[in-house]
Every structure is written in C-alpha cells, then in structure tokens.
C-alpha cells in the first residue's frame, strides 16, 4: 500500500514566478492538508481540502491556493513567489476531515525561491 | 491563539542515556496531542497519539505523558540509540474559531527539539 506521496521532490524558482506542487493520498484517504515548513521550523497549517473544497485555512496569503480532483489528489499553486516561501511543503492525508482521523504525511517538496 | 514551544531546542546524549523532550500549549481545550519524528529534509512519522481524555500513552521504548491542564506533555526515551537521532515534534489539534466545535484536524507544532545520540 502506497503512502502519501509528492511530486517533485526538489523545485528551485525565482521571485515572481509560479509554482504547482502535487500530493496524492494514501490509498482510501479522502482529505488533504497542505503545511509550510521553515528551516528550523515546526510545520505551519495552509489549509485542508475535502470533497474537493477548501474546508479550512492558516495565515496565509491568497497567493496560495489549491485544488482537490475528483481522485482526491490535491495540488498547490504559490503565484508571485517571493524568498520567503522558501520551505518543505509537507501534505498530509487523512480518512477524514476531522480531529479523530490520523494524518499520514508524504516525504514534502524542498522548494527554493532564488 | 493556540502556541506550542518545545523544550530544549536541542539535545545532545550519549547512546544509553534516558532522556525527556518537553512540550507545552497554551490552550487547554485541545483534542488530542500528538509526537512525530522527522529525520533530515524528510517528512513526519507519527509517533504517538494522545486523546485528551488520556494521560499516556507507550510504544517500545517511548513514552508520552499528557497533562491537560497545565497545557505540558513529556516524551521520554528510555535506553537511546543513536538511530533515535532525528528531530522531535510535537502537534496538537483543537476548536477552531466559528468551526462549530470542530478542529478540521489542524496540527498546531512546536519548533522541534534536535536530537543527537552519540556512540
């Protein structure tokens, strides 16, 4: 049984471009968040998508958005990038969308925004 | 809001050695606490889930004790091996703000402890 899985696993942009990072669940999981992890950092929450809506959101700016397919992949699309979003994106997925399912993370996209 | 602060920041044992990684929240009203273990640039395994209705919880040689009330949890590693080197996590769901109640499972981190366990 596949784990949490992402692609790609390293990206390097520069400032202003655009980037899509992909995440597909573990097998039978219908929900998926999404976290930014700061060098030296614990992981801070983006949002969660479930039945293809973005169900809850962190702090972050509308720049980061995403997407839930009908298979329950999920992308995230950072326009605009500035240094800062410099990070491991980390998904995790879940049976469901609240507290008393246990969340399985993939191995995270290393993002570098030069 | 809710915070979580790891104690110590980094921790550097001989292999052998029992050891305790602290953490604490600022916000009693959580739904569970759980600890993750992150090696190098990789993701996070999880550990250790403790409900909040719980005080510990055991697996091998890890132990994680939850105090609710006075917002701490401890995780002890007993006899350290230096493959337990990695950072430690620690994450805690709860009511979120006009959610009904509900947490969508938002894990809230510390920042880690940095573990190393020297032959």
């Known amino acids: 049984d596949a784990g949490v899985t992402q692609s790609p696993t390293h990206l390097i942009k520069t400032r202003g471009q655009q980037v899509t990072l992909r995440c597909s669940p573990k097998s039978g999981h219908d929900t998926v968040s999404w976290y930014q992890q700061a060098l030296g950092q614990g992981p801070q929450f983006i949002f969660q998508y479930y039945e293809e809506e973005e169900r809850q959101r962190g702090n972050f700016p509308d720049r980061f958005s995403g997407h839930q397919f009908p298979n329950y992949s999920s992308e995230l699309n950072v326009n605009a990038l500035l240094l800062g979003d410099s990070a491991l994106y980390l998904c995790a997925s879940s049976l469901g969308p609240g507290e008393e399912y246990t969340q399985y993370f993939g191995p995270g996209t290393r993002l570098t925004v030069l | 809001k809710q915070e979580v602060t790891q104690i110590p920041a980094a921790l550097s044992v001989p292999e052998g050695e029992n050891l305790v990684l602290n953490c604490s929240f600022t916000d009693s009203a959580i739904y569970n606490l759980q600890w993750f273990r992150q090696d190098p640039g990789k993701g996070l395994t999880s550990l250790l889930l403790?409900?909040?209705?719980?005080r510990e919880q055991t697996s091998g040689r890890l132990n994680a004790s939850l105090d609710k009330s006075s917002g701490r949890s401890t995780l002890y590693i007993a006899a350290s091996q230096p493959g337990d080197s990695a950072t430690y996590l620690c994450a805690v769901t709860a009511p979120q703000p006009n959610a009904g109640g509900t947490s969508y499972g938002k894990l809230t981190f510390g920042q880690g402890t940095i573990l190393t366990v020297h032959p």
């Open positions: 403790i409900q909040s209705s719980q």
